[in-house]
């Protein structure tokens, strides 16, 4: 099956839209070769069939947290709980009001994974369609087989189109398979596209089953998504039946020891719930749904998650210094203190901010994900550099210091060099590298604490502010961490449990973008005492207020080492449509956003649909 997988995507790379990111081509490339028993008619005969084309929407899905600098960095940098923290040089998306451009380099490791969103989303579309267009030429032993087949590709459309419409806002809905080169695409309006996928997932919760095999799209993760949908519409009572749904389903919060670890004292069950073992267990009631990365699995992530390089900082660099002046620690995996392989080589490409590693755990004294051996601040680690043995240091195996005696630093970058992090979360075992990095784990696409955070969310724009504390202590005394009352429930205090909850788990933009087009459509006030509407979004939105109030780094301009500054604007709340893909759809019109070139081109978007 594996082998029908791999030429029958090669297929469809060749005959699926082609507008995108595609200036010029020869119509030789263009005319469809298909390959024997692999051509669609051979392929797309069973359920398996069908299902072997929607392996690779689930295959892109995984990319977004796997290798160096992968996308969810992006989705974290333009929000409040991190920035981009490489320091020593230009590039790296920190000054946005300079380099995030429809014309910028938008996908590259060295910049920004912007572009990654837009063409991987369409493409994740394009193999969804293939399988809806396709649905009735397939035989099936029930209506419910086909029907749960439909409803997995209605998932996977949905999964990207929510994602789009809360990256970018109006763009074109593409409903059916493409065939032949196609250059007259329109931005539809955002509304529409989320009413059509909500329409979809409300026909896939009925059909796609909970019981398939790890890694699938379940009926949980279904509910789940249109939930974000449900409140994306200001559909709050839709929120809470799709999410209660969920809760009320086979899943459950894991709040007792289990797998791998759970003889061991010394851990507890946050580190459990994370562990890469552990993840796809089936006694792991909590993956509504996972992408699979092992290391000996056929068609693995090359260089597996590397969430150590990404999200720990660069500890072992020669700017963090003893209070004697000397390089204090060493990445050396044969030091006599080996401290590379026990938390990672981090290189702090994800920073996080003061507001996610220090503010949202102020008060919190006894929640699990901020403990001792799940949470890490530097000073938990100790100078490991063998040379100071050798001068006989004073310092060598004690724990590192922020400051001298006189009150000058002991490191010469905070910004790459010295934070916090969740250890709990990030680590995860490389042994196919001397150094870790971050090896092959599954990964959490949906899980039901998130499910729970999304039903207190819809309870407060009800203004039911007993039940929104009620969904959120049961994700906070799992954590043992303090109950929160009723009438400390505002956006806020649910974006906060966001935060400590699901750091490199959630699209944070994403969620943000989603809560200010809430206050946009309702007038609700916030919590700052504003209000907002739809009329001038990217000129004053929820988005860049909170970002603005909680990230330290844009709020004060703050300057790197290499001379370039934090910025942020309004408009950043909707990324750019990327310049290619608007030139190539030269008999169409693909409208920009408010605050990049080409927005005074827009024409009124699409309204219905026409397909």
Same mark, same amino acid.
């Given at each position: 099956?594996?082998?029908?997988?791999?030429?029958?995507?090669?297929?469809?790379?060749?005959?699926?839209?082609?507008?995108?990111?595609?200036?010029?081509?020869?119509?030789?490339?263009?005319?469809?070769?298909?390959?024997?028993?692999?051509?669609?008619?051979?392929?797309?005969?069973?359920?398996?069939?069908?299902?072997?084309?929607?392996?690779?929407?689930?295959?892109?899905?995984?990319?977004?947290?796997?290798?160096?600098?992968?996308?969810?960095?992006?989705?974290?940098?333009?929000?409040?709980?991190?920035?981009?923290?490489?320091?020593? /040089?230009?590039?790296?998306?920190?000054?946005?009001?300079?380099?995030? &451009?429809?014309?910028?380099?938008?996908?590259?490791?060295?910049?920004?994974?912007?572009?990654?969103?837009?063409?991987?989303?369409?493409?994740?579309?394009?193999?969804?369609?293939?399988?809806?267009?396709?649905?009735?030429?397939?035989?099936?032993?029930?209506?419910?087989?086909?029907?749960?087949?439909?409803?997995?590709?209605?998932?996977?459309?949905?999964?990207?189109?929510?994602?789009?419409?809360?990256?970018?806002?109006?763009?074109?809905?593409?409903?059916?398979?493409?065939?032949?080169?196609?250059?007259?695409?329109?931005?539809?309006?955002?509304?529409?596209?989320?009413?059509?996928?909500?329409?979809?997932?409300?026909?896939?919760?009925?059909?796609?089953?909970?019981?398939?095999?790890?890694?699938?799209? &379940?009926?949980?993760?279904?509910?789940?998504?249109?939930? /974000?949908?449900?409140?994306?519409?200001?559909?709050?009572?839709?929120?809470?039946?799709?999410?209660?749904?969920?809760?009320?389903?086979?899943?459950?919060?894991?709040?007792?020891?289990?797998?791998?670890?759970?003889?061991?004292?010394?851990?507890?069950?946050?580190?459990?719930?994370?562990?890469?073992?552990?993840?796809?267990?089936?006694?792991?009631?909590?993956?509504?749904?996972?992408?699979?990365?092992?290391?000996?699995?056929?068609?693995?992530?090359?260089?597996?998650?590397?969430?150590?390089?990404?999200?720990?900082?660069?500890?072992?660099?020669?700017?963090?210094?003893?209070?004697?002046?000397?390089?204090?620690?060493?990445?050396?995996?044969?030091?006599?203190?080996?401290?590379?392989?026990?938390?990672?080589?981090?290189?702090?490409?994800?920073?996080?901010?003061?507001?996610?590693?220090?503010?949202?755990?102020?008060?919190?004294?006894?929640?699990?994900?901020?403990?001792?051996?799940?949470?890490?601040?530097?000073?938990?680690?100790?100078?490991?550099?063998?040379?100071?043995? /050798?001068?006989?240091?004073?310092?060598?195996?004690?724990?590192?210091?922020?400051?001298?005696?006189?009150? &000058?630093?002991?490191?010469?970058?905070?910004?790459?060099?010295?934070?916090?992090?969740?250890?709990?979360?990030?680590?995860?075992?490389?042994?196919?590298?001397?150094?870790?990095?971050?090896?092959?784990?599954?990964?959490?696409?949906?899980?039901?604490?998130?499910?729970?955070?999304?039903?207190?969310?819809?309870?407060?724009?009800?203004?039911?502010?007993?039940?929104?504390?009620?969904?959120?202590?049961?994700?906070?005394?799992?954590?043992?961490?303090?109950?929160?009352?009723?009438?400390?429930?505002?956006?806020?205090?649910?974006?906060?449990?966001?935060?400590?909850?699901?750091?490199?788990?959630?699209?944070?933009?994403?969620?943000?973008?989603?809560?200010?087009?809430?206050?946009?459509?309702?007038?609700?006030?916030?919590?700052?005492?504003?209000?907002?509407?739809?009329?001038?979004?990217?000129?004053?939105?929820?988005?860049?207020?909170?970002?603005?109030?909680?990230?330290?780094?844009?709020?004060?301009?703050?300057?790197?080492?290499?001379?370039?500054?934090?910025?942020?604007?309004?408009?950043?709340?909707?990324?750019?449509?990327?310049?290619?893909?608007?030139?190539?759809?030269?008999?169409?019109?693909?409208?920009?956003?408010?605050?990049?070139?080409?927005?005074?081109?827009?024409?009124?978007?699409?309204?219905?649909?026409?397909?």
């Amino acid at each position: 099956m594996r082998r029908i997988y791999i030429k029958s995507i090669s297929f469809l790379l060749l005959t699926g839209l082609a507008a995108f990111g595609i200036s010029s081509c020869k119509e030789d490339f263009l005319e469809p070769k298909p390959l024997s028993f692999y051509a669609p008619e051979n392929t797309y005969t069973n359920a398996a069939g069908m299902k072997a084309a929607l392996v690779a929407g689930l295959r892109n899905m995984r990319y977004e947290w796997y290798g160096d600098n992968p996308p969810i960095v992006t989705e974290h940098i333009f929000s409040e709980v991190a920035v981009e923290g490489t320091t020593d /040089k230009s590039g790296p998306a920190q000054d946005l009001n300079l380099l995030i &451009t429809p014309d910028a380099q938008l996908n590259h490791i060295d910049y920004n994974k912007i572009g990654w969103y837009w063409y991987e989303g369409f493409k994740g579309i394009k193999y969804a369609n293939v399988v809806v267009s396709r649905i009735d030429q397939a035989k099936y032993t029930s209506e419910a087989e086909r029907n749960a087949v439909l409803g997995m590709a209605y998932f996977h459309r949905a999964y990207r189109y929510y994602r789009l419409t809360q990256q970018f806002g109006d763009v074109p809905l593409i409903l059916t398979e493409i065939q032949e080169p196609k250059l007259d695409f329109y931005s539809t309006k955002r509304e529409v596209i989320l009413k059509k996928m909500k329409e979809d997932l409300e026909f896939a919760e009925q059909w796609v089953p909970d019981n398939v095999d790890k890694g699938e799209v &379940t009926k949980g993760a279904v509910s789940h998504l249109l939930t /974000k949908i449900n409140l994306a519409l200001g559909l709050f009572d839709d929120a809470i039946k799709s999410a209660s749904n969920v809760i009320n389903g086979p899943y459950r919060l894991m709040t007792e020891r289990f797998g791998i670890n759970k003889s061991d004292a010394t851990k507890n069950v946050i580190w459990d719930l994370h562990r890469p073992e552990n993840k796809a267990l089936a006694e792991n009631k909590e993956a509504l749904m996972l992408v699979i990365d092992r290391i000996a699995l056929e068609g693995n992530f090359d260089g597996g998650i590397q969430s150590m390089r990404n999200a720990v900082p660069y500890w072992h660099s020669n700017r963090v210094l003893t209070p004697t002046g000397i390089k204090g620690t060493s990445d050396n995996a044969a030091a006599e203190i080996n401290q590379i392989n026990k938390y990672g080589r981090g290189i702090g490409r994800l920073r996080g901010t003061w507001y996610s590693t220090h503010s949202i755990w102020k008060g919190d004294d006894t929640d699990l994900r901020h403990a001792e051996g799940n949470w890490m601040d530097m000073e938990d680690l100790v100078y490991n550099n063998p040379d100071l043995k /050798k001068v006989n240091d004073p310092y060598y195996g004690k724990n590192l210091e922020m400051y001298r005696s006189n009150g &000058t630093p002991t490191v010469t970058d905070t910004i790459r060099n010295w934070f916090s992090w969740p250890h709990y979360k990030l680590y995860v075992a490389d042994p196919e590298r001397v150094q870790y990095t971050g090896g092959h784990t599954d990964w959490y696409v949906f899980r039901l604490a998130e499910t729970y955070l999304l039903r207190a969310e819809a309870h407060f724009w009800k203004g039911d502010l007993a039940s929104a504390a009620a969904d959120i202590n049961a994700v906070r005394t799992r954590a043992q961490a303090a109950p929160i009352n009723p009438d400390q429930i505002n956006i806020g205090t649910i974006l906060d449990e966001r935060a400590r909850e699901l750091y490199y788990e959630e699209p944070r933009k994403t969620e943000l973008t989603r809560i200010a087009y809430i206050f946009a459509m309702t007038g609700k006030p916030a919590y700052n005492g504003k209000t907002y509407n739809l009329s001038n979004f990217s000129d004053d939105n929820f988005f860049y207020d909170r970002i603005m109030e909680k990230n330290d780094f844009y709020n004060r301009n703050v300057v790197t080492i290499h001379g370039d500054r934090y910025t942020m604007s309004p408009y950043h709340v909707l990324w750019p449509i990327p310049r290619n893909a608007i030139v190539s759809n030269s008999k169409g019109q693909l409208n920009q956003n408010k605050g990049y070139a080409g927005y005074e081109k827009n024409v009124p978007p699409l309204t219905e649909i026409t397909e």
